[in-house]
């Protein structure tokens, strides 16, 4: 039986609704604005329209003109350097070299700069050698999407965990607003979902392990190289079983994660009992995995499947209590994917519209710009 309705749970979201200094709206606009053609599409959606009605050539010019105009009004956003994500990734980094350290992981790097880079609409990240440096390179969708999803789910997750059931007209919001987020991930594009979620748990170690695992994946690459992929350096076997041990020899990508997981292991015994920081790679690929059952996606060339990923992780992960969780994850699945899948349609039909109208307009420029050439 289902327990009554937590009212400090409740509680806690209508505080999360009160707060107004969210820097994830903030966030959102800014790097919104960075991604210049969603930008051009969102200000001049009426003009592109009433090109497609009259294909006048004025027009296609003019709004040429105005979207250069725009691009150099927003071009100083772009210039602008330091944003709340660094100082997360900072954060975030300093809690992963502590970790190396105290646990003697391996050899802390030496000339590491972390940066997070463009693409606030996808989740990446990369680690390279770069003029002696040795760069992690993490695009701002890491942050922006991890909070997105763990905002829409964590609460039904503790609901769920401890047995207690919120309110429908929550449980619906947070359903809605998890379809919103996928849908921004699948598509990559926000226009359509803006996201105004004010609700975070008061214990963000959920997003805070989905942050430390990537960074971690990343800082895991750099070692590889540094130790000429001699992995029995850094002794797997101390953490995982023969299997698994196996299994992280044939592959960087693999001993990545696996890397990741040993420092979220040692992160997670620095949290209370209620924190779920070594559960997050397991939820992120969870619900990436899922995603490819819409996308039906190609396999990467450069990482495992994700639901490869998934299966492997939640084996390194090693914890039965997290089952909840993915049950719950499953449910939340099953509530949204029609709807997940019926949008993704609805929205590449949009875009192939929008796009051929650009591209008439494109299409048009170019010539003027060919024929100004030629006088
Ligand atoms: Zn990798």
Redesign the pocket.
């Known amino acids: 039986m289902l327990k009554p309705v937590d009212k400090s749970l409740i509680y806690e979201i209508m505080y999360f609704m009160e707060e107004n200094d969210d820097w994830l709206s903030y966030e959102y606009f800014k790097y919104y604005r960075k991604d210049i053609f969603i930008f051009w599409r969102k200000a001049n959606i009426l003009l592109w329209k009433l090109f497609k009605i009259t294909k006048s050539k004025r027009l296609a010019l003019f709004i040429g003109d105005l979207q250069i105009t725009q691009a150099e009004m927003i071009k100083k956003d772009w210039e602008e350097e330091n944003t709340p994500y660094n100082e997360i990734l900072d954060d975030c980094y300093r809690e992963i070299i502590e970790v190396i350290i105290n646990n003697k992981l391996c050899d802390p790097l030496e000339n590491v700069k972390i940066k997070n880079i463009r693409g606030f609409d996808f989740f990446n990240a990369m680690a390279f050698p770069c003029f002696g440096d040795n760069l992690l390179a993490i695009n701002t969708g890491v942050f922006f999407l991890s909070h997105t999803l763990v905002r829409s789910t964590e609460a039904l997750l503790k609901a769920r965990n401890e047995n207690t059931k919120l309110p429908k007209i929550f449980e619906k919001l947070f359903l809605k607003q998890f379809i919103k987020a996928s849908l921004a991930i699948i598509c990559r594009d926000h226009t359509k979902t803006i996201f105004k979620i004010r609700f975070i748990a008061s214990d963000d170690s959920l997003l805070t392990g989905i942050e430390i695992f990537c960074i971690a ?2 800082y895991a ?1 750099l070692i590889f190289r540094k130790i000429n992929y001699e992995y029995t350096m850094l002794k797997f076997e101390k953490y995982y079983d023969a299997d698994i041990v196996k299994l992280i020899f044939t592959n ?2 693999i001993a ?1 994660d696996a890397f990741a997981i040993i420092v979220l292991k040692y992160y997670q015994l620095s949290l209370n009992e209620y924190s779920i920081a070594l559960y997050s790679p397991q939820f992120l690929f969870k619900i990436f995995a899922n995603y490819d059952e819409i996308l039906s996606t190609k396999e990467s060339k ?2 495992p499947a994700n639901i490869d990923r998934y299966n492997y992780i939640k084996k390194m992960v090693c914890q039965s209590k997290y089952d909840i969780y993915d049950s719950e994850l499953d449910i939340i699945w099953e509530k949204s994917k029609i709807n997940i899948n019926k949008y993704v349609n609805k929205y590449k039909k949009y875009y192939n519209k929008i796009m051929s109208i650009w591209n008439e307009i494109l299409a048009i420029i170019r010539e003027d710009i060919e024929s100004n050439k030629m006088h």
């Open positions: 994946h990343e690459h960087q990508e990545a450069t990482h």
